[in-house]
């Protein structure tokens, strides 16, 4: 078939999107490609049609379980066989999907960066016909991104053995720094690569930034004016609740989500708002990746992010569907200093990271030199009652930990059970005759779920257990007999948080950290917080102009729709003559504080009108304060 035939019999599109197609083609090909496409912007078509085009197995590279098993259960919806590789499945499990690929029963493997490094997957890798290597969220590749993944690095070590196999990288943000240390980090082939960006202004997206000491009465307003489903950003659990509740007080349907949550009840909150059953969701970052709304009308962010990449991303999840919508930020001094405070914790001191790291090991119980490559069920809250260590201290020395590839931490995140029939059917019908008392379950299995024989299968213990009129226990219980008989291989449900130890223990003494590695990620991170803290302040050039601008786009037009662009249309001047006249003003206030008759004097060349007309709009947007009939410059 061809990339149309394609698009259209799995997908039901009849055509591409813009740039889909050229990058589609480039990797046809044979290029490496480094594609840059905005949040929303169709980045899994780019790989999964000229992965089905060509012959033989696309490996897909992906740092976060959720959207694995999301774009797996998509494709295998479609009628496409895919699987994916990632903490917490067993040994079998793993052996299993590898073997499915190896024999052509897959067409797309999901794997994380770090079971990308097993010997297992290394062991099997001359197996695989490959085709294909699709990166998304490539800018963890780069020490200069925001989102640092070590293990990233590690992926050119498996080009070296598949020379010939085209890469395809890709990103929804990246500088120009960042785009050229992913082309680095990944051996692209100078004679043969390209690099595709769509630009990064969103025609339908008004951003606009408040300078305000009551945030909440400020988004009251905002989604009492904003008719349609919002998201609400705030950096603390507890916050969540607490603004959701003051919404729900004013009418305003809103519930809460955070990392903190059971993954069940995550999901079930998430598909109440996916379905508009409620209205805004109050949110820590840990909700919006991944998920397919196309109808956010407003984006509001209650705290500074801590980086621009961050920000472009989570306000982009409004107005996928390209109608008219709002991303909203809300700020104040104290949170320029909360992000100062939150960096000064992250890089917690290296005694403290390798004390935490001999507590985890000690409560994991493992032996120096061993569970290399291992898996662990991590239960955060009981390993801190035990360790007796502040959370913060805990997780920030994960963070560390994963930055100096030691670990991979993966939050709480909803494994479902699966099981697969370990035998032929002549041998399972062997087993339901000799076992009577199992026949009933095994019936069940197979009448409730298909594939079983081949590959793993999720199933619900709940709805065996209604089929079969019996009870969940009942059903539990001869699924782990079966199981121990070597009939199936059952692995139970697990919501618990996944800890991978990439390397064996070594004593905590003889970690390696790489405080020059850390002095460079802390000095990042600082120009992240000061680039936020540039774009909150400036409200003198467009909102989009200076987004897409840190993106390397320095030729766009202003949006006309942005909180400052609105400001500078009731300025009725020249966005020159209003930016000059407010620059002569600071200039005037930086000697102290004067009247507005003083001002006006000062700048005598410009017409009284328009001095009074940029002092208002400077005041409005938080850049002077006026008190007892004097203007001055807010620090």
């Not at 004679?191 to 630009?199: I, P, W, Y």
């Not at 390397?503 to 936020?532: H, M, W, Y």
Request: aromatic content about 8%; overall charge positive.
């Amino acid at each position: 078939m061809t990339i149309h035939e394609i698009l259209e019999k799995f997908w039901g599109y009849p055509a591409f999107r813009p740039m889909q197609e050229d990058i589609i083609r480039s990797v046809l090909g044979g290029k490496d490609t480094l594609a840059l496409l905005p949040t929303g912007g169709g980045k899994s078509i780019c790989f999964q049609v000229p992965g089905l085009a060509k012959d033989g197995l696309c490996i897909v590279v992906s740092p976060l379980i959720a959207l694995m098993k999301d774009q797996v259960y998509n494709l295998q919806r479609r009628g496409i066989k895919a699987s994916a590789i990632y903490s917490g499945m067993s040994s079998y499990e793993i052996t299993r999907n590898l073997d499915n690929c190896a024999f052509g029963q897959t067409k797309f493997l999901y794997v994380s960066p770090e079971r990308l490094q097993t010997e297992q997957f290394l062991a099997r890798l001359p197996q695989l016909n490959i085709s294909l290597i699709a990166i998304d969220e490539a800018h963890c590749i780069s020490q200069w991104g925001y989102d640092f993944r070590p293990a990233y690095l590690k992926i050119a070590q498996i080009r070296e053995k598949l020379p010939d196999v085209p890469v395809l990288a890709l990103t929804a943000t990246a500088t120009n720094m960042v785009k050229a240390d992913i082309q680095e980090k990944l051996k692209f082939r100078k004679q043969a690569s390209a690099v595709f960006q769509k630009s990064f202004t969103r025609a339908n997206l008004s951003y606009s930034v408040f300078r305000e000491e009551h945030k909440l009465n400020k988004l009251i307003s905002v989604l009492q004016k904003v008719p349609g489903c919002g998201i609400v950003y705030v950096r603390s659990r507890k916050e969540t609740q607490d603004v959701a509740s003051a919404l729900v007080k004013q009418g305003i349907g809103a519930d809460f989500y955070h990392a903190g949550l059971d993954p069940q009840t995550r999901n079930n909150k998430q598909d109440r708002w996916i379905k508009n059953q409620i209205r805004v969701m109050v949110c820590t970052n840990a909700f919006g990746m991944g998920i397919d709304k196309p109808d956010v009308r407003v984006v509001v962010h209650l705290d500074l992010p801590e980086s621009i990449e961050a920000y472009y991303q989570e306000a982009g999840r409004a107005g996928r569907d390209e109608k008219k919508s709002y991303a909203v930020l809300l700020y104040n001094n104290e949170d320029i200093a909360a992000l100062e405070e939150n960096l000064k914790k992250s890089f917690p001191p290296i005694e403290q990271v390798r004390q935490t790291y001999h507590l985890l090991c000690s409560y994991l119980q493992i032996a120096i030199g061993a569970a290399g490559g291992q898996c662990f069920d991590f239960d955060v809250h009981h390993f801190l009652e035990t360790a007796k260590i502040p959370a913060s201290q805990l997780f920030y020395s994960l963070k560390v930990l994963e930055e100096n590839g030691y670990i991979a931490y993966n939050d709480a995140l909803l494994l479902p059970s699966r099981l697969l029939v370990k035998m032929d059917k002549e041998q399972l019908y062997e087993v339901q005759v000799s076992n009577p008392r199992l026949e009933p379950y095994l019936k069940g299995i197979l009448r409730t779920y298909g594939g079983v024989f081949d590959h793993y299968t999720e199933i619900s213990e709940t709805q065996l257990a209604r089929n079969l009129k019996t009870t969940v226990e009942y059903v539990r219980n001869a699924l782990t007999v079966m199981h121990r008989n070597q009939i199936i291989d059952y692995v139970p449900q697990t919501d618990k948080p996944q800890l991978v130890f990439t390397l064996s223990r070594t004593p905590a003494e003889n970690l390696q950290i790489d405080t020059k590695l850390i002095n460079f990620r802390k000095k990042v991170r600082q120009g992240n917080i000061q680039e936020v803290a540039k774009y909150a302040q400036n409200a003198l050039i467009c909102r989009s102009q200076q987004l897409v601008a840190y993106f390397g786009e320095l030729d766009s037009n202003a949006c006309g729709v942005c909180d400052v662009c609105l400001q500078k249309k009731k300025l009725a001047m020249a966005e020159s003559r209003a930016e000059l006249i407010a620059t002569l003003i600071k200039k005037q206030l930086n000697r102290g504080n004067q009247t507005i008759s003083a001002l006006v004097t000062g700048l005598s060349a410009y017409k009284e009108d328009e001095v009074l007309k940029v002092l208002r709009w400077m005041t409005d947007n938080g850049q002077l304060l006026y008190h007892e009939n004097e203007f001055s410059l807010v620090t």
